[in-house]
Each structure stands twice: as structure tokens, then as C-alpha cells.
T-cell receptor
Framework: AQSVTQLDSQVPVFEEAPVELRCNYS??????LFWYVQYPNQGLQLLLK??????LVKGINGFEAEFNKSQTSFHLRKPSVHISDTAEYFC????????????FGTGTRLTIIP | NAGVTQTPKFQVLKTGQSMTLQCAQD?????MYWYRQDPGMGLRLIYY???????DKGEVPNGYNVSRLNKREFSLRLESAAPSQTSVYFC?????????????FGEGSWLTVV
């Protein structure tokens, strides 16, 4: 079974400052990793995912994440945030061996301060 | 570009009442899912359907039933609603059970049980 830990439930950041949202996972098998974003009163949409290959993954809206197998982490970063990045961000993990289940973290609410 | 459509968007139920949440996807996906989202708990899988005619329990199935009516539609039924079922419900779909494939979400259904 897999698990995901997002230690920061809320992260306030000034506009145009950099941000890092932390995600750590636990699994006994190889995994795929995902970051989803949820804007207020909307469903979740995929920001980026790591399947294999380069450990640095680039996604939409200028976000990127780095897979670190030794530290079992998949932190999300953006060099300069905008007001429109205000949302909740979910890290998720799934088993590479075809398991239907996607396990989500508890989410990090990113608030951009003008 | 409908994607995943779920209805109703908002519903208030009295304890003991029943209701069905409807979901349809137009992406010809094989796999469909129902999640619930609660504050501080992320998304938890209620039921999923890997293909037309099959359904399986997820992490929190108690108090729910599902029907995969055809390839497009996957409904979630609350037979006797309880206040603990107050939540935001998301329907989602994926091309198939390959865990590297992206899961696409509907916009959510806000359910309050009083």
C-alpha cells in the first residue's frame, strides 16, 4: 500500500515570490507520482506527473517538480507565483503495476498575498 | 469539451433520505471512479469501475452503492443518508486501469445531510 504526506496544510506566499510545496510518499513498490490543482469550487486538474525518465518534470502554469527516490519526495516548485495560483494542491501516488487506486495527500492550500 | 459531467451540483438531504448522483463522461474511457473530499482528509476513493459491468469497493464504500449503467455513465447512490456523508463528491474517469494514465475529474457535487 502507498501513502502520501503533505506536511504543510497552508502556505502563504507573496506575489512574485518563489514557492515550494512539499510531498513525501511511502511505497514498497515502484510508483507514479502526480500533482493536481483544485481552484475554488472546481474539480481537480492535472498539473504534472512523473512516470519515468528525467526526475525533473515540468507542468502547466510554470510549475515543476523533482522526483527524489532516495528521499521519497516529489516537491512542487514555481519560481514566481501569481494571484491566479491561489488554489489547493494535491500530491498523489499510484502503484506502477496497474493498480486502479490513486492515493491522495491531504492537500496544501496556497494563498498568494498581493 | 464536456469531459466528466456530474449532477446535481448542490443537494441538501434529510437524514434517512435517498438520492443518486449521476455522472457521465464523453471521452470513451473504460475506468470510472467516485471520490469524496473532506476537509483535512484529501480525496478518498468510494467505488470504482474498471469497465462496463464491473464495480469494486474503494477505501470508504460503506453506505454507498454504485451502478455502471454503460460505458459512459457511473452513478452513486446513497440509500439512507447520514450526516457523516456530508461531503463533496467527485466523479472521475481514466482511459483504462494503467495507473500512469491521467484521471480526469468532474466539477464536484456538494451534498449536505441534515
Amino acid at each position: 500500500a502507498q501513502s502520501v504526506t503533505q506536511l504543510d496544510s497552508q502556505v502563504p506566499v507573496f506575489e512574485e515570490a518563489p514557492v515550494e510545496l512539499r510531498c513525501n510518499y511511502s511505497s514498497s513498490v515502484s510508483v507514479y507520482l502526480f500533482w493536481y490543482v483544485q481552484y475554488p469550487n472546481q474539480g481537480l486538474q492535472l498539473l504534472l506527473k512523473y512516470l519515468s525518465g528525467s526526475t525533473l518534470v515540468k507542468g502547466i502554469n510554470g510549475f515543476e517538480a523533482e522526483f527524489n527516490k532516495s528521499q521519497t519526495s516529489f516537491h512542487l516548485r514555481k519560481p514566481s507565483v501569481h494571484i491566479s495560483d491561489t488554489a489547493e494542491y494535491f500530491c498523489a501516488v499510484s502503484d506502477v503495476f496497474g493498480n486502479e487506486k490513486l492515493t491522495f495527500g491531504t492537500g496544501t492550500r496556497l494563498t498568494i498575498i498581493p | 469539451n464536456a469531459g466528466v459531467t456530474q449532477t446535481p451540483k448542490f443537494q441538501v438531504l434529510k437524514t434517512g433520505q435517498s438520492m443518486t448522483l449521476q455522472c457521465a463522461q464523453d471521452m470513451n474511457h473504460n475506468s470510472m471512479y467516485w471520490y469524496r473530499q473532506d476537509p483535512g482528509m484529501g480525496l478518498r476513493l468510494i467505488y470504482y469501475s474498471a469497465s462496463e459491468g464491473t464495480t469494486d469497493k474503494g477505501e470508504v464504500p460503506n453506505g454507498y452503492n454504485v451502478s455502471r449503467l454503460n460505458k459512459r455513465e457511473f452513478s452513486l447512490r446513497l440509500e439512507s443518508a447520514a450526516p457523516s456523508q456530508t461531503s463533496v463528491y467527485f466523479c472521475a474517469s481514466r482511459r483504462d486501469g494503467n495507473s500512469g494514465n491521467t484521471i480526469y475529474f468532474g466539477e464536484g457535487s456538494w451534498l449536505t445531510v441534515v
